[in-house]
């Protein structure tokens, strides 16, 4: 197989043109061609239909504090795309006229967007069940106008989620940058001490585990009992749940899997653990997903190949939640990552 560039690879996912011989049971299926449309057709599950839309997930920008490897957004201290007030007031609107329960904050760093606290002042006021802000953790420590993040969480009822790649220092620093664990264990402290995390408390702060390399996620539910045992053993930590979520072949993910000669094995591996009884949970049927410019996608990862809505329908300023109850949501081969395994959604595990 010819080796393909970064922006080779990344066209093929964007366009759906790319197509994966079959792997079975380590033979080629002869004239056999896999992608991810023939594969929903072979569980009868072709055209992907939206149900109930029920989260809106906004990216408030790229600009981010770290650079972790594994980062499908390609976010870090110098993105310059932030939603605008414009934007956001649009996102309001929409909130408080749909069926929406539930918010979800992403970035970058979503806390880094200039309007951040006055959105979630205002959206916090309009009655949903759950306000999630993706917390990176160490962006409270990262400057002294965010060192009351916590305090201003709590104050809101704010649902904290954060990456923690690991429970020890060395596999944490690699994915995310040297310091970031031990930034992490303060912050997760600070957290802590007013109440998130603490069982019997509504302040419910969620962690969240991306493999460090070329392979799926272990067991969610184990993975989730041995990071609890550690960091509390270790540190003192306490926590609500861990989420697993499987690394799509997308940035710099896809330029580790190419640097490293990973990328066609990692793909057959999403391929052969393709699990039909997630595909009827995956997050874009019952969530949207606005870009930081307004413009609306079925997912955060079609957000970042370009995969835009029709027209008509396509930006937040033309919302109309009963067309897009019509819509067909868009795929490509990286949709294999949301269905391989326990399958993976941005609350973890599916199926």
């Given at each position: 197989?010819?080796?393909?560039?970064?922006?080779q690879?990344?066209?093929?996912?964007?366009?759906?043109?790319?197509?994966?011989?079959?792997?079975?049971?380590?033979?080629?299926?002869?004239?056999?061609?896999?992608?991810?449309?023939?594969?929903?057709?072979?569980?009868?599950?072709?055209?992907?239909?939206?149900?109930?839309?029920?989260?809106?997930?906004?990216?408030?920008?790229?600009?981010?504090?770290?650079?972790?490897?594994?980062?499908?957004?390609?976010?870090?201290?110098?993105?310059?795309?932030i939603?605008?007030?414009?934007?956001?007031?649009?996102?309001?609107?929409?909130?408080?006229?749909?069926?929406?329960?539930?918010?979800?904050?992403?970035?970058?760093?979503?806390?880094?967007?200039p309007?951040?606290?006055?959105?979630?002042?205002?959206?916090?006021k309009?009655?949903?069940?759950?306000?999630?802000?993706?917390?990176?953790?160490?962006?409270?420590?990262?400057?002294?106008?965010?060192?009351?993040?916590?305090?201003?969480?709590?104050k809101?009822?704010?649902?904290v989620?954060?990456s923690?790649?690991?429970?020890t220092?060395?596999?944490?620093?690699?994915?995310?940058?040297?310091?970031?664990?031990?930034?992490s264990?303060e912050?997760?402290?600070?957290?802590?001490?007013?109440?998130?995390?603490?069982?019997?408390?509504?302040?419910?702060?969620?962690?969240?585990?991306n493999?460090?390399?070329?392979?799926?996620?272990?067991?969610?539910?184990?993975?989730?009992?041995?990071?609890?045992?550690?960091?509390?053993?270790?540190?003192?930590?306490?926590?609500?749940?861990?989420f697993?979520?499987?690394?799509?072949?997308?940035s710099?993910?896809l330029?580790?899997?190419?640097?490293?000669?990973?990328?066609?094995?990692?793909?057959?591996t999403?391929?052969?653990?393709?699990?039909?009884?997630?595909v009827?949970r995956?997050?874009?049927?019952?969530?949207?997903?606005?870009?930081?410019?307004?413009?609306?996608?079925?997912?955060?990862?079609?957000?970042?190949?370009?995969?835009?809505?029709?027209k008509?329908?396509?930006?937040i300023?033309?919302?109309?939640?009963?067309?897009?109850?019509?819509?067909?949501?868009?795929?490509?081969?990286?949709?294999y990552?949301?269905?391989?395994?326990?399958?993976?959604?941005?609350?973890?595990?599916?199926?």
């Open positions: 197989m010819l080796k393909k560039s970064l922006k690879r990344q066209n093929d996912l964007s366009s759906s043109k790319y197509q994966l011989d079959f792997l079975d049971g380590g033979n080629f299926k002869n004239g056999e061609l896999t992608t991810f449309e023939s594969m929903l057709k072979r569980s009868n599950q072709f055209p992907l239909k939206p149900s109930k839309l029920e989260i809106l997930q906004i990216n408030m920008g790229y600009m981010c504090n770290q650079v972790c490897a594994h980062c499908h957004v390609d976010a870090g201290p110098d993105r310059k795309e939603m605008t007030k414009e934007t956001l007031e649009l996102c309001l609107d929409v909130i408080d006229n749909s069926g929406v329960h539930t918010v979800d904050l992403t970035g970058g760093a979503p806390e880094m967007n309007n951040f606290r006055w959105f979630v002042e205002k959206a916090s309009l009655g949903v069940s759950d306000f999630i802000v993706r917390s990176n953790l160490t962006i409270v420590l990262a400057n002294k106008k965010f060192h009351d993040l916590p305090v201003f969480f709590k809101h009822n704010i649902h989620v954060s923690m790649p690991h429970w220092k060395g596999k944490t620093d690699k994915q995310r940058g040297e310091g970031v664990f031990n930034s264990i912050t997760l402290k600070k957290l802590n001490k007013i109440g998130y995390g603490i069982p019997n408390s509504k302040l419910k702060l969620d962690l969240v585990y493999p460090s390399g070329a392979f799926l996620p272990a067991n969610q539910k184990q993975l989730e009992k041995s990071f609890k045992k550690a960091l509390f053993n270790d540190f003192g930590i306490q926590f609500n749940a861990l697993t979520i499987t690394n799509l072949p997308i710099r993910f330029e580790y899997l190419i640097a490293s000669e990973n990328y066609d094995e990692y793909m057959y999403l391929v052969e653990a393709y699990n039909p009884n997630a009827s995956v997050m874009c049927k019952n969530t949207l997903s606005v870009g930081w410019d307004g413009q609306l996608y079925d997912c955060d990862f079609n957000q970042m190949l370009g995969l835009k809505l029709n008509s329908i396509g930006h300023k033309k919302f109309n939640e009963k067309k897009l109850a019509e819509r067909t949501i868009q795929i490509s081969q990286h949709c990552g949301c269905t391989a395994g326990a399958g993976s959604s941005c609350q973890g595990a599916i199926a």
